[in-house]
């Protein structure tokens, strides 16, 4: 038996993790900032989950979505406190690919459209409907043909929206794009489009699977731009490294929606449940959201001062923790240095380096790890110029 290699292989095996740290099989420990792309934003085997999770595996396992469970009902109560305004309406799906997929699926159920927008650089997942979305072409053409129509307009381009039009059944897009390279949308942007999507009665989900859950410095990050989704996906985090994910709706489109639109089997099981309640208590109790944006303020300001004065630094960009390198050059190499030094990050688009820590991460982290970026691009810089 062997596992489809789908993934670059890192070259390390990982025993353990606490907190914002991982130990692999010799013992040597790792800062954490690659946090399994984002998932382990609250720390890996967070007390508070564990806790949950650990209750709810001496209870019940699993159960279907069609009986009640005491979980549920408290988790209800705790994303009351954490949800989007407005979007009063939750379900719950094990993947964030799963997630965007019931939110395309409802978009033409409610508006009887067909059409969606996306934008060029976005990514939405591996799943077909998902995949239709993703701008990735490598990871698009070999599948096609995908969902149709799909239009991908450019990203943080205000004319291109006058496009929408009446035919548009919803847009999709990232507050900030993730895996296209730490792209944070322009305010000016993110308003227009929610005037245009308003307008044309097209619906705007924003996808927060990876923004999402405070590691901007909001709970959620469109929060950011003074608007409101009509549809919104989050995932990674929001299980505090339990696989979940969540749409949230307002309640006009849940009522458009009916018995057997949708179902998941896994969907919202009673583990998820608790992992889920966790979360958003420790996100709300631990003022998660505050610490992120202090955190990433001094950690921006610590790498642009490690960094500034490479030539092959392009840009220090991002919001909260959630934080990219932008270089001249492909950072494989560099984020190879970088693991060497003991901290685990990931390359977003072609050319940057991503910094997705927990929250959890002190002073001296930060300093490890932009002492680490500094040696990682000064070795691929030099190396560059002398070959
Ligand atoms: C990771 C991600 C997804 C896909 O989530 P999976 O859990 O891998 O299916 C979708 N949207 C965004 C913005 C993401 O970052």
């Given at each position: 038996m062997k596992l489809l290699k789908f993934y670059q292989d890192r070259g390390l095996k990982i025993v353990k993790g606490e907190g914002q740290y991982v130990w692999d099989i010799n013992g040597t420990k790792y800062l954490d900032m690659h946090a399994g792309h984002g998932v382990a934003f609250l720390g890996h085997r967070n007390k508070t989950v564990i806790e949950y999770l650990t209750k709810q595996l001496n209870q019940i396992v699993t159960l279907s979505p069609a009986f009640d469970t005491p979980i549920r009902e408290e988790m209800i109560k705790e994303l009351d406190r954490v949800k989007p305004d407005n979007l009063d309406n939750a379900f719950l799906l094990n993947s964030g690919s799963e997630a965007v997929e019931l939110a395309l699926k409802i978009v033409r159920k409610v508006t009887k459209r067909k059409k969606i927008i996306a934008f060029k650089n976005s990514f939405h997942g591996r799943t077909v409907g998902a995949l239709s979305v993703t701008w990735n072409k490598k990871y698009r053409e070999p599948f096609e043909p995908l969902l149709t129509p799909v239009e991908f307009l450019e990203y943080n381009n205000l004319d291109l929206l006058k496009q929408i039009n009446e035919e548009v059944a919803g847009v999709i897009v990232e507050p900030i794009q993730g895996e296209g390279g730490v792209i944070p949308a322009k305010q000016e942007f993110m308003k227009s489009l929610r005037e245009i999507t308003q307008k044309t009665g097209s619906l705007l989900i924003i996808d927060e699977v990876q923004t999402g859950f405070g590691r901007t410095g909001k709970i959620w990050a469109y929060q950011h731009f003074g608007i409101q989704p009509d549809i919104l996906t989050a995932g990674k985090a929001i299980g505090g490294g339990f696989p979940v994910s969540v749409v949230f709706l307002p309640e006009w489109i849940s009522e458009a929606l009916e018995e057997g639109d949708h179902g998941s089997t896994y969907g919202g099981n009673p583990l998820a449940a608790a992992a889920v309640t966790a979360s958003c208590k420790v996100l709300v109790n631990e003022n998660v959201p505050y610490q992120a944006e202090e955190k990433g303020r001094l950690f921006m300001k610590l790498l642009e001062e490690k960094l500034r004065d490479f030539k092959s630094v392009r840009e220090i960009r991002g919001l909260g923790l959630m934080i990219g390198i932008d270089?001249?050059?492909?950072?494989s190499q560099a984020i190879k240095v970088i693991q060497d030094e003991k901290v685990l990050s990931l390359k977003a688009g072609i050319s940057t380096i991503r910094f997705l820590p927990p929250y959890l991460i002190t002073q001296a982290d930060m300093e490890w790890a932009s002492d680490a970026a500094r040696k990682g691009i000064s070795e691929t810089e030099s190396k560059r110029v002398t070959s």
């Open positions: 270089l001249r050059f492909n950072p």
